[in-house]
């Protein structure tokens, strides 16, 4: 049965543990979609681990939509929301409207992402809700702020910072996002945050109080060259990827592929 952002909120009542995994294709949310996971995201990471960006910053609208569309037809039974790239909705709630409509009217994805918890991003995605389009949260440490925390950086790690942080989570809870990530934060802090909202909050580098858990799937395949402390790889295809790849220019260059006569 297919995932919605409602039955999100049941999980967390029921006690039943919610995961994410991000994707950036076809094939991956295929395989994804198959394996059971509840949450797919087209992540603005994809900047990093698609597209070769340093940071998520340069992502274009055009480009996170190109790839969600491609993910959109890979997902068959699981949630699917996509990110809202940096200064795509950070302008004005109108822009954030035009940004996200065009995501959901063009990818087919259920809801939206988007980082931050000030009073003006609260008014934002309390605009969205009234239009009908679900938004997930996402506070902490915020990849799109990354010049701003001076690199990607624990946060909240004075009471100051955290109380700062559990009241960003409240408040946009109480402007009707569905669920929040609570991204590199102390677990004590994730707990909190937790226990205080009624919606889920799933995690990623944030301890395991959380009500679900998101990974970079390009971290969970052993994929990236570069991935975060609290990631961890349940694969390592970066290996298997390079030895295929080797062994196949061995065989080539040694007339052991293909066999003079094709199989029929
Ligand atoms: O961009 C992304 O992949 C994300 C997840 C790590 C939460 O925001």
Not at 92 to 109: C, F, H
Not at 204 to 222: E, F, K, N, P, S
Not at 251 to 262: G, I, L, N
């Amino acid at each position: 049965m297919a995932v919605n952002t409602q039955q999100l909120i049941r999980y967390k009542k029921e006690g039943r543990l919610i995961t994410v995994l991000t994707a950036w294709d076809y094939l991956i949310a295929q395989v994804i979609d198959q394996a059971g996971v509840d949450l797919i995201m087209v992540g603005d990471s994809l900047a990093m681990v698609a597209l070769g960006y340093e940071n998520t910053i340069p992502l274009t609208l055009d480009e996170i939509i190109h790839h969600a569309k491609a993910v959109r037809r890979g997902v068959k039974t699981t949630l699917l929301v996509v990110d809202l790239p940096f200064m795509t909705y950070q302008e004005s709630p109108e822009q954030a409207l035009r940004s996200a409509g065009r995501v959901l009217k063009e990818t087919g994805a259920q809801a939206v992402k988007l980082e931050g918890g000030s009073p003006a991003m609260v008014q934002t995605v309390a605009r969205l809700v009234e239009a009908g389009i679900p938004v997930m949260g996402h506070v902490g440490l915020t990849p799109q702020s990354v010049h701003q925390f001076g690199g990607f950086r624990k946060q909240g790690k004075s009471p100051e910072a955290g109380e700062r942080i559990l009241e960003e989570a409240i408040a946009l809870e109480q402007a009707g996002a569905f669920a929040i990530v609570l991204e590199h934060i102390p677990a004590e802090l994730a707990l909190r945050i937790s226990q205080k909202l009624v919606i889920p909050t799933i995690g990623i580098g944030a301890g395991a109080h959380c009500d679900g858990q998101v990974l970079v799937t390009a971290d969970l395949l052993g994929l990236s060259e570069w991935s975060p402390p609290f990631a961890k790889a349940y694969a390592n295809l970066r290996e298997t990827i390079a030895q295929a790849a080797q062994a196949f220019c061995t065989e080539v260059r040694e007339h052991q592929f293909p066999k003079s006569e094709p199989e029929s």
